[in-house]
């Protein structure tokens, strides 16, 4: 498989029973950019309980507003943990620096988004995440010709659900799988 005009962008990751890697297991990784230079996503199942959004803004000496929406920190990935990112719903764009991808969602990595969100101004959806997960060329494709991962179409209350705990379980059923059913073996016919 060859990335074709980043055709994996926009669409969610599944990881694969089998997934070897510890920091990917059971995760759900919604893809923001997919090209022939690589790939670069944001896991969206796994919130960092110890960092809470409010404390955040505070070290960034953000203010609060009083309408300020409640969004979950996630663990986005392993590469460059101390990096942070807002992936949102798309009718929120801020130039420079929002990549607006997929059905209706974007991804913004600059302080005027969380002062938005600050204010209550921000994305109707959102979810912050610090790190990434990035893949070289090809590195993907090789992942998903082994059969460590599956794709689906993002649905938003997928992505910015609250019940991270049943993200895989609800994005697998998303595509018609069982989870039940899935052997942690893969192969092909």
Known sequence: MTPQDGILTGQMLIAMPAMADPRFQRSVIC???HSARGAMGLIVNRPTP???FGALLDSMGIP??????DIRVHYG???ERQRGFVLHSDEV????GTLAFGK???MTATRDILEHISRGTGPRAAMMALGYAGWGPGQLEAELARNDW???DPREDIVFGRADEFKWTAALKSIGVDPL????AGGRA
């Not at 764009?93 to 420079?96: D, I, K, Q, S, T």
């Open 181 to 184: 059913g899935l052997s942690a």
């Open 64 to 69: 609060r507003g009083d309408r300020m929406g």
């Open 77 to 79: 990935g392993p590469v």
């Open 104 to 106: 209706g969602m974007a």
């Open 150 to 152: 599956l794709t689906a």
């Open 31 to 33: 893809i923001c950019a």
């Open 50 to 52: 110890e960092m809470r």
């Open 93 to 96: 764009r801020l130039v420079p």
